[in-house]
């Protein structure tokens, strides 16, 4: 089973997990588990999928990250967050 990871902007507390974990229940996007920032799932996202995660996460105040520096910098304001 391959591994695919999303990173999602803006996710900083559990209740942001939960949120993002019913999102997926109810697109129907299988995943093996939801982390602070990330999403594992259990296969790729097809184009349709993508877009549907993509509205329902605005939606909440989430948003998709697309190219590794926005990644990179959303990972070190997590790392940060954790710390203090």
């Given at each position: ?33 939801v982390l ?45 967050m954790q710390?203090?």
């Amino acid at each position: 089973m391959a591994l695919n990871k999303v990173l999602v902007k803006n996710m900083v507390c559990h209740r942001c997990v939960l949120s993002v974990e019913d999102i997926l229940d109810k697109a129907g996007i299988s995943f093996q588990k939801v982390l602070f920032g990330e999403i594992h799932l259990t296969q790729e996202l097809s184009g349709e999928q993508k877009e549907i995660l993509t509205e329902r996460l605005k939606n909440v105040g989430f948003e998709l990250i697309d190219n590794h520096l926005s990644g990179l910098i959303e990972k070190i304001k997590l790392l940060v967050m954790q710390k203090a």
